[in-house]
């Protein structure tokens, strides 16, 4: 009895074909594009939360500020604009402002017993823009 040995047929081979392997790396290249693509957009939603939380620190201290000391101008309006860098430092360049401060007062007349106090806080090179308004009563000394 003679055995011959015999390939096996060419559709039985083992291993992975050249159009395999390009489908897995293909695969492996959308995921990492995938991966760095949400990164870049979790980095800049970082920076326009700490953008907000800035204008809105900034904003809300002017109000603190204006309650624990309400001028004493009965009748008039008064308006004041300051200049800050992205710290929330005052700055005395407004040409190097990341955020602009307008705080408007309307102040009425002391028989009406409340001052109407309006902070915006817009950040210069975009499109954010914070804006509170305040009814503040008057105190009676």
Same mark, same amino acid.
């Given at each position: 009895?003679?055995?011959? =040995? ?17 489908? %897995?790396? =293909? ?14 957009? %979790? ?45 929330? =430092? ?32 817009? %950040?210069?090179?975009?499109? =954010? ?13």
């Amino acid at each position: 009895m003679t055995y011959a =040995l015999t390939s096996p047929p060419k559709n039985r081979r083992k291993g992975f074909t050249l159009l395999e392997t390009l489908f %897995a790396l =293909l695969i492996l290249l959308l995921g990492f594009f995938a991966a760095i693509a949400m990164n870049s957009a %979790a980095l800049k939603s970082g920076v326009l939360n700490e953008t907000q939380f800035q204008a809105v620190f900034l904003a809300d201290s002017k109000i603190e500020e204006i309650r624990s000391y309400m001028p004493k101008f009965a009748g008039s309006t008064l308006t004041l604009i300051e200049h800050f860098d992205k710290n929330g =430092l005052l700055l005395a360049n407004p040409a190097q402002a990341f955020f602009t401060r307008e705080t408007v007062i309307n102040l009425q007349t002391p028989s009406a017993k409340t001052d109407e106090v309006r902070v915006t806080v817009k %950040a210069v090179r975009s499109s =954010l823009a914070i804006s509170y308004l305040s009814i503040i009563d008057h105190v009676d000394d």
